[in-house]
């Protein structure tokens, strides 16, 4: 008899979570295994929704209130046109989020495609089987690409697809006949062989392909843009929807420019997760909660996260007493806070002794250095107490110069949107705004590193969300994501589901030669996203920076998120309108390298 491995252990609550543990190839195949994929074992979570009616799609149209406990209720009301669509699933696996989506949209055709399918043959083979079926499992094995639309023409397992044509680059629509579903989670791993990893289908690169081969109308998007839900995990999730500048990467720029992403089902964040100033995410739940009043989306208090929990459960008066959110606060709550309020009430009421050896109190008054030994909860509390006091010397620090930085863009933005005919009052404007940056760069030099640091940060978190529209696409969620219970998933480990939407209206703006020198910009800027543009610019090609910057006006430009004083308009910051001129702008240099 096979032993379970330990990564298969988990409390079963669920009847699939049974099957599965019970499953000798899959026991046997993630014996020893880092690569394990998790998959939704809970119907609750997975999707309640039967199929759509004609009752059902006016309940929709004409009282769209429903309780979105699960991710199908969620979506259900931007599925509608795909009713009757072709759906591409890959990695399906024990097939309970096939089967949801399958009976809410029955679709034209179902592919399955699953390299396991010896593994879980046992759940693909009824779905196959039955009579009248619309599933089909796909021959992984002949399949050069799974990702490739024109390899499911060949082997004809979507006719209808193969007869539709190919949009020209750039018009508007997208492709409803087709909907895409993956679980990612898997083969999330370091390769020691990296030819190897070529063989594997990774979360990472294949999704970052998906969207980019939306510039070029490529693989799933040869018949028009197509819209896709995928599972993967929260280690993944943050790189394609991160909640601050500093998870900003090269695949979140692409998914600004190219899709509107949202997470319908997530995990809560854990208290060491980077955050922003607490007073930011307040204003962000507060806005998703109107546009959850408007669409009439309620989601239950138990599937919230914290924030969001206390702003419905408390109030938002009760939740602006709390230090965390006042505007002022630098520091989230973190874990040692809570430890070190439970110690000082303990050395306050006599549960805790400073020394070892008697009650509390004991010879304390009396004892000479070396008597009696100190006790490891006193150990700790002094440590704690040392901690707070840097963090509120920090904080200190770090908000004087926020304060500047704030003082210098409002500044940056008067000079932008006033046009004055007076010259002599914008001379003085000028004058008073160098006087302020010079003061900036004076306190910025007194900081250590370390300090900057976190200064850069929260100063661009700031910039990130001060414009007329947040950067970051997770201020734009329309409700807040659905927070899943581990043992809801194989495996225990939450996965997210997030949905990508294709925004045609950017498409086609830049040439085959610009997207190309686009890729290679975003490659450079973002190894090092800390860098400011000037520096960033130079690091691609010397004297960059003085022929790319004149030509990209927006960087510049206050009231498009820039700055003049561009030694603090770092990567990170850079919108998509700024990234794209930068491109164009390169191509425009007759001096540029011939690699970069």
């Known amino acids: 008899m096979l032993r379970v491995p330990a990564v298969l252990k988990q409390v079963v609550k669920y009847p699939l979570a049974q099957r599965l543990n019970e499953n000798k190839r899959l026991t046997k195949l993630y014996k020893g295994s880092s690569t394990e994929r998790i998959q939704v074992v809970s119907p609750e979570l997975c999707g309640k929704a039967a199929r759509f009616s004609s009752r059902r799609v006016r309940d929709i149209l004409t009282r769209p209130s429903h309780y979105s406990d699960d991710a199908l209720r969620r979506l259900e009301s931007t599925l509608r046109s795909y009713v009757g669509c072709d759906i591409i699933d890959i990695n399906p696996g024990a097939c309970l989020w096939s089967t949801k989506i399958h009976?809410?949209?029955?679709?034209?055709?179902?592919?399955?495609?699953?390299?396991?399918?010896?593994?879980?043959?046992?759940?693909?083979?009824?779905?196959?089987?039955?009579?009248?079926?619309?599933?089909?499992?796909?021959?992984?094995?002949?399949?050069?690409?799974?990702?490739?639309l024109g390899d499911y023409f060949e082997k004809d397992l979507l006719p209808e697809q193969a007869h539709l044509e190919e949009p020209e680059l750039g018009s508007p629509g997208g492709n409803n006949t087709l909907l895409i579903v993956a679980n990612m989670s898997q083969n999330r791993r370091t390769y020691a062989d990296r030819a190897a990893a070529h063989k594997i289908l990774d979360s990472h690169y294949k999704a970052l392909e998906f969207v980019r081969a939306l510039e070029t109308r490529s693989g799933f998007h040869s018949k028009g843009p197509v819209r896709m839900l995928m599972w993967m995990s929260d280690q993944d999730k943050i790189n394609f929807l991160p909640r601050?500048?500093?998870?900003?990467?090269?695949?979140?720029?692409?998914?600004?420019?190219?899709?509107?992403?949202?997470?319908?089902?997530?995990?809560?964040?854990?208290?060491?997760?980077?955050?922003?100033?607490?007073?930011i995410d307040l204003q962000s739940s507060l806005l998703t909660a109107e546009r959850m009043k408007k669409d009439?989306?309620?989601?239950?208090?138990?599937?919230?996260?914290?924030?969001?929990?206390?702003?419905?459960?408390?109030?938002?008066?009760a939740v602006m007493q709390s230090t965390r959110y006042n505007d002022s606060a630098i520091h989230g709550e973190r874990t040692w806070h809570k430890e070190l309020h439970d110690l000082r009430e303990g050395f306050a009421n006599g549960s805790y002794s400073q020394f070892v050896g008697g009650p509390p109190g004991f010879e304390e008054?009396?004892?000479?250095?070396?008597?009696?030994?100190?006790?490891?909860?006193f150990k700790k509390f002094q440590l704690l107490v040392r901690t707070e006091k840097n963090q509120r010397n920090k904080k200190?620090?770090?908000?004087?110069?926020?304060?500047?930085?704030?003082?210098?863009?409002?500044?940056?933005?008067?000079?932008?949107?006033?046009?004055?005919?007076?010259?002599?009052?914008?001379?003085?404007?000028?004058?008073?705004?160098?006087?302020?940056?010079d003061r900036y760069n004076k306190l910025l030099a007194r900081q250590t590193d370390v300090r900057?640091?976190?200064?850069?940060?929260?100063?661009?978190?700031?910039?990130?969300?001060?414009?007329?529209?947040?950067?970051?696409l997770w201020d734009h969620r329309n409700a807040e994501p659905i927070v899943p219970q581990a043992n809801e998933f194989h495996i225990s480990k939450p996965l997210a589901l997030l949905d990508f939407r294709p925004k045609v209206s950017s498409m086609n703006v830049l040439t085959t030669?610009?997207?190309?020198?686009?890729?290679d910009i975003l490659f450079s800027f973002f190894a090092t996203p800390g860098f400011s543009i000037t520096a960033a610019l130079d690091a691609m090609a010397p004297g960059a920076a003085e022929a790319i910057i004149p030509k990209a006006r927006s960087l510049r430009d206050p009231r498009r998120g820039g700055r003049i004083d561009l030694d603090q308009l770092r990567v990170r910051v850079l919108t998509p309108e700024m990234l794209q001129e930068i491109a164009v702008a390169w191509d425009g240099w007759l001096f540029k390298p011939t690699h970069v």
């Open 244 to 279: 601050t500048t500093s998870s900003r990467r090269r695949i979140s720029v692409y998914n600004e420019l190219f899709c509107d992403v949202e997470e319908i089902v997530g995990d809560a964040l854990g208290p060491h997760a980077t955050r922003r100033e607490a007073y």
């Open 103 to 148: 009976e809410l949209l029955k679709p034209r055709r179902h592919i399955l495609v699953e390299p396991l399918h010896n593994v879980y043959n046992q759940f693909l083979r009824p779905l196959v089987d039955a009579p009248g079926s619309r599933y089909t499992l796909a021959d992984t094995s002949s399949l050069w690409d799974r990702w490739n």
């Open 365 to 377: 008054k009396k004892r000479k250095s070396g008597d009696l030994a100190i006790t490891p909860e």
């Open 396 to 437: 200190a620090v770090v908000d004087q110069i926020l304060s500047e930085d704030a003082q210098i863009r409002a500044r940056q933005l008067a000079i932008a949107s006033n046009v004055r005919l007076d010259e002599i009052a914008h001379k003085k404007d000028i004058q008073e705004l160098d006087e302020l940056i």
């Open 513 to 519: 030669v610009q997207r190309k020198y686009l890729d």
């Open 296 to 317: 009439d989306i309620d989601v239950p208090v138990t599937r919230m996260d914290e924030l969001p929990r206390k702003l419905r459960s408390e109030g938002i008066d």
């Open 452 to 472: 900057l640091n976190s200064v850069h940060f929260f100063a661009d978190d700031r910039v990130a969300w001060s414009g007329d529209s947040s950067l970051l």
